[in-house]
């Protein structure tokens, strides 16, 4: 059984053998507008954001758990982040034990990109925590990947001005996805201050 999907979930075409299976392409602009990827050059884009990453410094955050160190996606993201040569640095947003902080650190430096483990759940970040709480802001009943987000937030926001964010359980990641993600965002002809991209997901199992 042959499957043909899209990316960015846009546009998908589902093929078994050479029968035509069903698919979208929606052309209709809403409120929220989409761009099709009918056909994006990494080479063009990337040198295109090596232009403008001295005026916006971009990053990736990835949010994480300790179990999530053995994802088979890793070393994939990994590499696709490697190729990312215009960013300026990498944010893992890990909750995890001491040990498993300690894996996350080994496991990343294969990453060339300048990056940084931000232990969420470490004495010293629950220590801040504490002190909010002391003041009226109690935030320690939140927990987490979005607390953790809004953590690396705000630790990726003292060296970045635009980041974009992603699971780190992508198999079929590339460094298409945070160039993609990023280039409207700092290309100031678009003008666009957010973007979300979303994919199609097709069980080919039958």
Not at 9 to 19: E, N, R, W
Not at 33 to 38: C, N
Request: overall charge negative; hydrophobic content about 40%.
């Amino acid at each position: 059984m042959e499957w043909e999907t899209g990316t960015g979930g846009v546009i998908y075409i589902m093929v078994q053998g050479d029968k035509y299976m069903g698919g979208r392409v929606d052309f209709d602009q809403g409120i929220l507008t989409t761009i099709h990827d009918l056909y994006i050059d990494f080479d063009h884009l990337s040198a295109r954001l090596h232009e403008l990453s001295n005026k916006s410094p971009m990053g990736v955050i990835i949010p994480m758990l300790e179990k999530d160190l053995k994802n088979p996606a890793i070393p994939k993201i990994i590499e696709g982040l490697n190729e990312c040569t215009y960013l300026k640095k990498v944010f893992i947003a890990l909750a995890a034990s001491e040990d498993g902080y300690s894996r996350c650190m080994k496991t990343f430096d294969e990453l060339q990109i300048p990056h940084r483990v931000i232990w969420c759940n470490s004495p010293a970040i629950n220590e801040v925590f504490e002190d909010l709480a002391l003041e009226g802001l109690d935030l320690r009943c939140y927990t987490g990947k979005g607390r953790d987000v809004w953590v690396a937030i705000g630790i990726a926001s003292l060296d970045i001005d635009a980041f974009a964010i992603h699971d780190g359980d992508i198999r079929t990641y590339s460094r298409m996805i945070p160039t993609k993600l990023l280039y409207p965002i700092v290309e100031p002809e678009l003008g666009f201050l957010f973007t979300k991209a979303y994919y199609a997901r097709v069980d080919a199992s039958d």
